[in-house]
């Protein structure tokens, strides 16, 4: 059932394939071994070798960090939010202070994710017609209503260079019917806010709905593709649902995806699923969950999740990953890690965030030149075999927990 | 009333008159200008300009900075203290680990308190004997014993290159004959501990206690000097009395006390406070009120404490005190900072951080200066003459606040 298009967006359709003034020449491809792909995304801002993770900032701050640590640990492009910025501080504050890069002082890349998802998952209240969505402040109760074309302007307003289109997101359980419905109306308002979008420094990405539906999966790539974004996300995964169907989303939604343009990936991040998701031609990723568990004191090593609260790491005296060159592992040993996660010392949130950026910023790196080589099958083969997971059952207990938290706070977000 | 000197104590005494092995060659004056005095401290980590203020780093981390950002804010001294770090990670984990320089990896120098005010304002039971202080941790409620051989024991195990004597602290409002004894039993014990130390590369140094009691402040300077310290504190002020009584006991104490030795006064950090004291001889501060507050939200400038949280701040797109050249004023504006407040986002505790130990920082280096080109008194003048202090009555109240929460938490001290 591809949805109908009115004579009035035919119209404007038209226009935009000859006159659309967004950034569409955006992304180079510059090798494919066997699926797994690099590129580079060309930005206002920089150019951003892919594939990509880009940490969280959704406040304009990625948590504990200055612009200069994150360009440090060798992250060029930093993901914020339109909802929490639109709440606080305010689009006119951030446009009247020269833009989110000069308001946050970060001049390398900036995606801005539309707050669609955050509506959902933060609003007390969400009240959806055709035109847009109602919700309440998760701060203050206040009522405020967002549109495609809103989301738009306010995004142009931050002069981020990729922006997202407002999409209505699912949860894992819904009916098929009610996914449908969000996939089509995320389609439409895609289209909306295509239309809506005419800032030329700035890519905008449309976002692929379709729960875990394969079936609504590729209706809405190909709804999304006829309009041809510069860009296409894969949204409404990784919440809640077994990992094993997220990959397979993932998989067969990056398939019919089009060769020549950035594969984005929301809300995806642990080492193991960027590994995975790296192969099936994923190109860029965000989440909150590397610097969100950094906090709670869990550590990537090349072995798993260590989590350095843990009396086992009281004594130690080598750092908590011995072939880690981040900044933390560099000058403190794990017992100094522990004794400050014991304390409550604010500087180990720090010190945390950084150590679990700089291992995805080493794995980023690791993975783009072994696809370069030729070699990123043996790559991701022996990682993962290192590498162990979190437990299923404890992962996706603690993902139920921290969508449930969400409402009730935006500390973790 | 001479407290009176033991056979016993007359024999150890001689014996470290020619042979004491703790550090006594530990200073040099380079200039006094109207009693306000210039020199250099000699630590085995380094030579130390005075007049200096350390920051404060109780649990072995100067709250929410790392040891290079510290360095760089131009701080080459830190305080640590015996009573946390004895109560978490413990003294033995701290002296496997190669002393406190190496565990919190900083190569600069750093002065260690013995832990008796911590025990006095800290601990929910204190009982006291000749013999030492039984307290129970504010941490887990276990019982603990601090004698001023124990207090000397452990501080060389940190190896601090300046360490402190145990004393008994008295609070504002104890009578005469209470303080009396507290100054008495601190002579006693700083006794024991001149026999206890034996480590060549630290300076200890004794406490002056007295309360705001010129009489007993004489005598503890007198009994103290006998025993010829390489450095003496003043104790015991600052902690609830109004402001005019702590300079005239600063003044009075400062006066008594060795010209050829660096004078200490503990637990006082205003800029205003700072600049007053360093005009009666102290060489040496420290206080937590910099980066308490600054946690809070209130910034030093030329013209006085700012809090940052006010609606006042929220566009302002200059920095907080435009003639500052922190690391937070070089990239930060006011708005950008209110934001990170209102939002509670933990890179702020850092920034404000950065902003008033670097305004303390620059302000000790050009009283330094002053002092050295003898311009110190116009200096004075014009600093008190600019900076608004915090209002008497507010402050008082404040600090009383804060000391009875000291009972309750660890957080701000």
Redo the contacts between chains.
């Keep these: 059932m591809r949805p109908e298009i009115s004579a009035r967006n035919d119209f404007w359709r038209c226009a935009w394939i000859s006159g659309y003034q967004g950034n569409m020449d955006n992304f180079r491809l510059l090798k494919n071994e066997s699926g797994a792909r690099v590129g580079e995304l060309v930005t206002a801002h920089g150019i951003v070798p892919t594939p990509v993770f880009m940490p969280v900032g959704s406040?304009?701050?990625v948590?504990?960090?200055?612009?200069?640590e994150v360009k440090d640990i060798g992250f060029r492009m930093v993901l914020a939010n339109t909802y929490?910025l639109y709440l606080?501080?305010g689009i006119d504050?951030i446009e009247?202070?020269g833009g989110l890069h000069k308001?946050?002082?970060w001049d390398g890349a900036i995606l801005t994710d539309s707050g669609g998802f955050q509506v959902f998952s933060l609003s007390p209240l969400v009240k959806l017609n055709e035109e847009g969505v109602k919700f309440r402040s998760h701060i203050d109760g206040s009522e405020h209503f967002l549109t495609p074309e809103l989301a738009v302007e306010y995004q142009e307003a931050f002069g981020a260079d990729v922006i997202m289109a407002l999409d209505e997101c699912s949860a894992y359980g819904d009916s098929l019917e009610k996914v449908e419905q969000a996939m089509a109306r995320t389609n439409r308002w895609a289209e909306r806010c295509r239309k809506a979008h005419d800032r030329k420094d700035q890519a905008l990405f449309g976002i692929v709905q379709g729960g875990v539906y394969p079936d609504l999966r590729r209706r809405s790539v190909e709804y999304l593709t006829a309009l041809d974004f510069p860009g296409y996300a894969i949204g409404g995964l990784s919440v809640g649902e077994p990992k094993e169907r997220t990959f397979k989303m993932v998989e067969e939604t990056a398939a019919l995806l089009p060769e020549n343009r950035p594969r984005y990936l929301m809300g995806v991040g642990s080492p193991e699923d960027l590994v995975e998701c790296v192969g099936w031609g994923i190109d860029m990723f965000d989440s909150a969950l590397p610097t969100r568990v950094a906090r709670n004191g869990s550590l990537f090593t090349p072995e798993g999740r260590r989590n350095i609260r843990n009396a086992g790491f009281?004594?130690m005296?080598s750092p908590i990953d011995a072939s880690c060159d981040c900044?933390t592992c560099r000058?403190?040993?794990a017992?100094?890690l522990?004794?400050?996660f014991?304390?409550?010392?604010?500087?180990v949130?720090?010190?945390a965030t950084i150590h679990n950026l700089r291992f995805l910023s080493n794995l980023m790196q690791k993975m783009r030149s072994s696809i370069l080589d030729g070699t990123f099958g043996s790559f991701r083969s022996e990682f993962l075999a290192n590498y162990q997971p979190t437990n299923e059952q404890t992962r996706v207990e603690q993902k139920k927990k921290w969508l449930k938290s969400k409402r009730l706070t935006?500390?973790e977000v």
Excluded at 63 to 68: A, Q, R, S
């Design positions: 406040g304009a701050v948590k504990t960090l200055t612009p200069e929490h606080r501080p504050l009247k202070a308001f946050m002082d009281s004594r005296e900044y000058h403190f040993s017992a100094y522990h004794h400050l014991k304390a409550e010392e604010l500087l949130y720090r010190l935006n500390k």
